[in-house]
């Protein structure tokens, strides 16, 4: 079994600025693509950011260039640096991998931006 556990959300400000972490674990041989997605209230979840490869990131046109996502592959890791957060960031941020060929998701971690 593979786990997935989020750190780092929380409350702040419009403006301000929170790094998500994520630490994969159990039985891994490969460990593939990892990347974040995120769920407002009402709304589907959708991709935020993604590394599906090392040096190859993509992310949504809501958060580029506010948004930096890193991986450690050593230490199986991936985080998500946040900037210059908006009202309209606040949702469930799920950490998601791809590991020897099937999907894992995290438990998802809240972020609320205030206006």
């Known amino acids: 079994q593979v786990h997935l556990v989020e750190s780092g959300g929380g409350l702040v400000q419009a403006g301000g600025t929170l790094r998500l972490s994520c630490v994969a674990s159990?039985?891994?041989?490969?460990?593939?693509?990892m990347g974040w997605y995120r769920q407002a209230p009402g709304k589907q979840r959708e991709l935020v950011a993604h590394?599906?490869?090392?040096?190859?990131?993509m992310y949504a046109d809501s958060v580029k260039g506010r948004f930096t996502i890193s991986r450690d592959y050593a230490k199986k890791t991936v985080s998500l640096q946040m900037n210059s957060l908006k009202p309209e960031d606040t949702a469930v941020y799920y950490c998601?991998?791809?590991?020897?060929?099937?999907?894992?998701w995290g438990q998802g971690t809240q972020v609320t931006v205030s206006s």
């Open positions: 159990g039985s891994i041989f490969s460990l593939n693509a």
């Open positions: 590394e599906p490869t090392i040096g190859s990131t």
């Open positions: 998601h991998a791809l590991v020897d060929l099937h999907y894992y």
